[in-house]
C-alpha cells in the first residue's frame, strides 16, 4: 500500500509520502508496539528519542536491543560518541533523510520517541537557525541581567520576547544570539515549513499509576541488567557529567552516586522520582497537540489490534485523523 501511494505521486522529498509518528511518555510501550507495526505495515523505526543518539548507553536509555534492531531496521540510533552533541537542526536533517530513503524504499516510515521537542521539528518543519553557540557573546549578555535582556528581546524581537518566559535566561540569551549574529529576528527565522508528508500521529498513553509501576519496575530491571557497569565505564573513561548525553535520566544521578554524593540506594530512589516527573512533564507537552494525535490507553484490551487498525484504515484514505 505504502508502495503504491509512493509510486503514484513520485519520487524525492518533494513527493508526498506516508509517515506514521508514534509518541507517548517513557516507559508506556512505544517500543514494543512500535516493533509490532512496523513488522505487520513493512515499516522501519526512525528513533526521536534524543538519549538513543550516543553509543555505549545502552542500557540505562532501554534502547531496543540488537535482536529488536536485527528483525526491524531502525534510523538515528547510535550515531555519535558521548562527548558529541548532535542538535536539533542536525537531527531534522538527519531525520527527514531517513524519512525520504525509507519512502524510497517503497516502506513506511514510523517516527518514534518521546523527545516531544525532536518529534515537532519534524512533523511541524520548525525552522531552525544554524547559528553555532558563540561563547564571547553568552557571557557578554550573561553579564546584562535577566531584566536587561528581557528589554533588549522587546526591543529587538517583539514576537520572540511575547513567547518566551523572561526568567528562563538561558532560551533569552539564545534568542538574542541569533538575532545579533543573523541579523534577522529569531522569530522570522523560526517560521515553521511543514514537511510534504501524509501524517498520522498516534498517541500511547497509561493510567498514570500503573505508569509509574513500569518505571519503577524498568529502573530496577536496568540496575539488574547492569545500569551501574555501563555507568562506571563511562566514568572511568573520563567523560563530564556536563555533557549533554550524561545529563540524562539515570546517568546523572549515577554519575552522582560515583561522585560520593548519594549512595546507590538513593540514586536508584532518586532516578524513579525523577523519571516520574519526567513522565508528567511529557504529557503535558503531548497533550498542547490533542487535536492532532489520535490517543489509546495501552492498558486496554486489544489496543495493539487498534492502533493497526486505525493506520490501515488511514493509508486506505478511509479516515483521516
Same mark, same amino acid.
Given at each position: 500500500?505504502?508502495?503504491?501511494?509512493?509510486?503514484?505521486?513520485?519520487?524525492?522529498?518533494?513527493?508526498?509520502?506516508?509517515?506514521?509518528?508514534?509518541?507517548?511518555?517513557?516507559?508506556?510501550?512505544?517500543?514494543?508496539?512500535?516493533?509490532? %507495526?512496523?513488522? @505487520?505495515?513493512? *515499516?522501519? !523505526?526512525?528513533?526521536?528519542?534524543? /538519549?538513543?543518539?550516543? &553509543?555505549? =548507553?545502552?542500557?540505562?536509555?532501554?534502547?531496543?536491543?540488537?535482536?529488536?534492531?536485527?528483525?526491524?531496521?531502525?534510523?538515528?540510533?547510535?550515531?555519535?560518541?558521548?562527548?558529541?552533541?548532535?542538535?536539533?537542526?542536525?537531527?531534522?536533517?538527519?531525520?527527514?533523510?531517513?524519512?525520504?530513503?525509507?519512502?524510497?524504499?517503497?516502506?513506511?516510515?514510523?517516527?518514534?520517541?518521546?523527545?516531544?521537542?525532536?518529534?515537532?521539528?519534524?512533523?511541524?518543519?520548525?525552522?531552525?537557525?544554524?547559528?553555532?553557540?558563540?561563547?564571547?557573546?553568552?557571557?557578554?549578555?550573561?553579564?546584562?541581567?535577566?531584566?536587561?535582556?528581557?528589554?533588549?528581546?522587546?526591543? %529587538?524581537?517583539? @514576537?520572540?520576547? *511575547?513567547? !518566551?518566559?523572561?526568567?528562563?535566561? /538561558?532560551?533569552?540569551? &539564545?534568542? =538574542?544570539?541569533?538575532?545579533?549574529?543573523?541579523?534577522?529576528?529569531?522569530?522570522?527565522?523560526?517560521?515553521?515549513?511543514?514537511?510534504?508528508?501524509?501524517?498520522?500521529?498516534?498517541?500511547?498513553?497509561?493510567?498514570?499509576?500503573?505508569?509509574?509501576?513500569?518505571?519503577?519496575?524498568?529502573?530496577?530491571?536496568?540496575?539488574?541488567?547492569?545500569?551501574?557497569?555501563?555507568?562506571?565505564?563511562?566514568?572511568?573513561?573520563?567523560?563530564?557529567?556536563?555533557?549533554?548525553?550524561?545529563?540524562?535520566?539515570?546517568?546523572?544521578?549515577?554519575?552522582?552516586?560515583?561522585?560520593?554524593?548519594?549512595?546507590?540506594?538513593?540514586?536508584?530512589?532518586?532516578?524513579?522520582?525523577?523519571?516520574?516527573?519526567?513522565?508528567?512533564?511529557?504529557?503535558?507537552?503531548?497533550?498542547?497537540?490533542?487535536?492532532?494525535?489520535?490517543w489509546f490507553d495501552l492498558g486496554e484490551e486489544g489496543v495493539e489490534t487498534a492502533v493497526l487498525t486505525t493506520i490501515r484504515a488511514w493509508l486506505k484514505n478511509e479516515s483521516k485523523i
Open positions: 500500500m505504502v508502495g503504491k501511494r509512493r509510486k503514484a505521486r513520485g519520487e524525492g522529498r518533494g513527493a508526498r509520502g506516508a509517515l506514521v509518528v508514534i509518541v507517548g511518555q517513557t516507559a508506556v510501550g512505544k517500543t514494543s508496539l512500535s516493533l509490532q %507495526l512496523a513488522a @505487520e505495515l513493512n *515499516g522501519e !523505526i526512525i528513533s526521536a528519542d534524543s /538519549r538513543l543518539f550516543y &553509543r555505549g =548507553l545502552d542500557i540505562g536509555t532501554a534502547k531496543p536491543t540488537t535482536a529488536e534492531r536485527a528483525l526491524i531496521r531502525h534510523h538515528l540510533i547510535d550515531i555519535c560518541e558521548p562527548d558529541e552533541i548532535v542538535t536539533l537542526a542536525e537531527y531534522q536533517r538527519l531525520a527527514y533523510a531517513a524519512i525520504d530513503e525509507v519512502l524510497a524504499q517503497d516502506r513506511l516510515p514510523i517516527l518514534v520517541g518521546g523527545t516531544g521537542q525532536y518529534v515537532k521539528a519534524v512533523v511541524e518543519g520548525w525552522g531552525i537557525p544554524k547559528v553555532p553557540p558563540q561563547p564571547r557573546l553568552r557571557r557578554a549578555l550573561a553579564r546584562l541581567g535577566s531584566e536587561e535582556l528581557a528589554r533588549w528581546l522587546s526591543e %529587538l524581537d517583539p @514576537e520572540a520576547a *511575547g513567547k !518566551i518566559d523572561p526568567r528562563n535566561v /538561558r532560551r533569552v540569551i &539564545r534568542a =538574542l544570539e541569533v538575532t545579533l549574529v543573523r541579523g534577522r529576528p529569531i522569530s522570522e527565522l523560526q517560521r515553521k515549513n511543514p514537511p510534504p508528508y501524509d501524517i498520522c500521529m498516534i498517541g500511547l498513553t497509561r493510567d498514570r499509576e500503573l505508569l509509574y509501576d513500569r518505571i519503577d519496575n524498568r529502573v530496577e530491571a536496568m540496575m539488574q541488567s547492569g545500569f551501574g557497569g555501563e555507568m562506571e565505564r563511562l566514568y572511568q573513561a573520563g567523560y563530564s557529567r556536563q555533557l549533554p548525553a550524561l545529563s540524562g535520566l539515570g546517568y546523572r544521578q549515577l554519575y552522582a552516586y560515583f561522585d560520593g554524593e548519594m549512595s546507590l540506594e538513593e540514586a536508584v530512589d532518586r532516578i524513579k522520582f525523577e523519571t516520574h516527573r519526567f513522565a508528567r512533564q511529557q504529557a503535558t507537552w503531548f497533550r498542547q497537540d490533542d487535536p492532532r494525535i489520535h
